[in-house]
Each structure stands twice: as structure tokens, then as C-alpha cells.
């Protein structure tokens, strides 16, 4: 089954029976349930497509969450902008050749995202070395699997004190720890040292490239996963895209918000989790709210990890007020809290239907 994502062709796999008992009715119900929801989110079906040219998917993505029990493929092509993109924030030199067809792996836990996989091609001391590199929906590193190449020391490196330092590692940190700003070297095993670097920079061009070619689909898909995170009896997920017209600052702005609202039994709304895009200063202001069925912030937390101390300060001010009872004061986040909070009393009143 393909479905239609934001312009890029995704395909839905079940783990194989030869890897899993045989399923019971329970799980292939599940099963349609995480179809019926990836629906919602991400558009009509397409056409099956035939053939696959790619490494063996089923074994690297259940190899990394041995907890999924299916996945997703989301195939997007990379372009000349998004390849300048590439070039031009990586802080080492990089010829980034690779236009064309390029595939994300979801992984999948009944119907909650738990993970991305993104493969990785690379020049190293004994020709090219193809890594898969698997990471949290928020871009962390969860590890690295060597799939192919003739390197001597690839599992030794695979399963070293290095290779764990990695776990938890944005982009910002690997690249600190290839430019010699973090300690590393004295977890390298002996004459592994080139093979880490080129680990490294692997490492930073994977999560590059994900956050630049899959964009839509990533925020799209952190929504779903801190949706079934914070509200985790939900019987199904309604998306909704507003604008808001608000006074943010010392200016009228227009306020996106990306609404996902949890629906528990009895088409009883449980909570929300909003993803809102403002202009406060000189930059954009993407914030995540987490928000109960009475209408309570249970959290609000930047959506990139450089947030200030400041920022991060106003969202805890806000936290466990109701959105229709906010405090009075001069938190810039004031205004998008009301403007939030007028539409979901009106989405939470309105009945909810099949």
C-alpha cells in the first residue's frame, strides 16, 4: 500500500511473518488502525509500485527497534536547493552529489511512530561504506549499523565506547565531537580513528539531510508520536491547520497552529497536542504545546534545541493554566495561549463524528 505524503510516495510494511509469530486478529487490527491513522495525516492512497532496488529493509529497521512491528518507506527526491542547503550548513567540506530518489524508513509500534532509519553511503579507507543511521523523532541518534563495506574494524567500532558517547547526540554535538570540542578519542578502539571521523560526519550529514528533505513528514510525525506519548488511550487522532490573527508582540501577525486532537471512547476529546510557527523578534517561533482535555498546558517546549533560557522560562510560566483562564502579565506567549485556546474550546464543543 502507498499513500501520498506531502509530495513524496511512502509505503507501508508489516513485519515479515519469518521475523514474528504469525499475527493474530488482535494484531492485524492494530495494524489497520496505524493504516486508518497514517491516512489522516498524510493524504490518499497511490497506486502499488513495483519493484524494490534498495538494501533489506525488514532486517535493518527491526534490528534497530526490535520493539516495531511495522514501518514505513517515504520516498522524496533531493533537488539542487535542498543539495546547496546540505553544502552549505555542514561546518566541514562536502561535495553533496547525491540527487535523486532518497528513502526515510519509519518505524512503526502498533499505530505509534517510534523512530526514523536513514541510510547513509560513504567514503572511507576501504572503499564505500554504506551505514544505517537510526535516530528519535526528534533527530537524536539512537545508533549506527555498518550494512556494507570492507573496513577491518567496523563491528569493533559498532560496539565500542564510541559508539554509545553517540546515543542521545544531535547534529550540533557530533559536529563537536569531529571538531575536536568534545572529548572522543580516547573511546576510539586502536586504529579505528579515520573510520570514526568518517562515522561522524556520516552521522551529521544523516541528520541534515532528514531534517532538510523530509521536513513536513517529520513534524507531521513528532505530533503523532507525542500524541500517543501524552495521551496514550486514544482511540484516533483529527488534524487540523488554522491561522491565527494575533497582536504578538508590537505587530499583527498571522499565527499557524497544527492542531492534532486525541479522541478517546464515546468520541470523548482527551487533549491536544498543538505545533504553532510566530514571528517574535528577528526569527521564527516554533513552539509544541501539550494540552488536556480541560483545556489545561501541561507542556509547551521549543521545537529546536538552541531555544534561549528566556524562551524556555515563558513556556514554564505558562504551564498547568488553563488556556481559558491564563494569568494576566506581559509573557509574549500570551496571545498565542488565548488565540489557542478559542479554537480548541470551539473544536472541543463542536460534536465529533466518524
Known amino acids: ?25 488482535a494484531s492485524t487490527r492494530r495494524l489497520h488502525g496505524g493504516i486508518a491513522l497514517v491516512f489522516g495525516l498524510f493524504g490518499a492512497a497511490l497506486p502499488a509500485q ?44 562536502v561535495h553533496f552529489d547525491e540527487l535523486g530518489a532518497h528513502t526515510l524508513f519509519v518505524a512503526f509500534r502498533g499505530r505509534q511512530p517510534i523512530g526514523f532509519i536513514y541510510l ?14 537510526s535516530m528519535t523523532l526528534d533527530l537524536h541518534v539512537l ?30 554535538r557530533l559536529e563537536a565531537l569531529l571538531a575536536g570540542k568534545a572529548q572522543a578519542d580516547a573511546l576510539v578502539p586502536q586504529r579505528a580513528a579515520e573510520l570514526a571521523a568518517t ?15 523530509w521536513p513536513e513528514e517529520i513534524a507531521k510525525l513528532q505530533d503523532l508520536g507525542r500524541g500517543f506519548d501524552s495521551f496514550p488511550s486514544a482511540e484516533r487522532f483529527l488534524r487540523k491547520v488554522v491561522q491565527l490573527d494575533l497582536q504578538v508582540g508590537d505587530a499583527k501577525q498571522t499565527v499557524a497552529a497544527n492542531i492534532v486532537r486525541a479522541i478517546g471512547k464515546g468520541n470523548t476529546p482527551l487533549g491536544a497536542v498543538v505545533r504553532s510557527q510566530a514571528r517574535i523578534g528577528n526569527g521564527d517561533l516554533l513552539l509544541r504545546w501539550v494540552i488536556d482535555g480541560d483545556l489545561r498546558i501541561m507542556h509547551i517546549v521549543p521545537v529546536r534545541s538552541w531555544a534561549s533560557d528566556e524562551l524556555r522560562l515563558l513556556c514554564k510560566e505558562l504551564e498547568g493554566h488553563r488556556l481559558v483562564d491564563l494569568p494576566a502579565g506581559d509573557n509574549r506567549l500570551l496571545p498565542i495561549a488565548r488565540g489557542l485556546g478559542e479554537v480548541l474550546l470551539r473544536l472541543n464543543t463542536t460534536k465529533v463524528t466518524r
Open 143 to 172: 545508533g549506527f549499523q555498518f550494512l556494507r563495506g570492507r573496513g577491518l574494524h567496523q563491528r569493533e567500532l559498532e560496539s565500542s565506547a564510541f559508539a554509545k558517547q553517540l546515543v542521545g547526540c544531535d547534529r550540533t
Open 1 to 25: 500500500m502507498h499513500l501520498n505524503c506531502a509530495g513524496s510516495t511512502a509505503e507501508l510494511r508489516p513485519r515479515e511473518a519469518s521475523l514474528t509469530p504469525l499475527r493474530t486478529n
Open 120 to 133: 547513509r553511503s560513504e567514503e572511507a579507507e576501504w572503499g564505500l561504506a554504506e551505514i544505517a543511521w
Open 199 to 213: 562515522g561522524l560526519r556520516s552521522g551529521a550529514k544523516a541528520l541534515l539531510v532528514t531534517d532538510t528533505v
Open 50 to 93: 513495483a519493484g524494490d532496488d534498495g538494501p533489506p529493509a525488514d532486517g535493518i529497521v527491526f534490528h534497530a527497534f526490535p520493539e516495531a512491528d511495522s514501518y514505513r518507506r517515504i520516498v522524496r527526491d533531493v533537488d539542487q536547493q535542498a543539495r546547496t542547503t546540505i553544502e552549505r550548513q555542514l561546518p566541514f567540506k
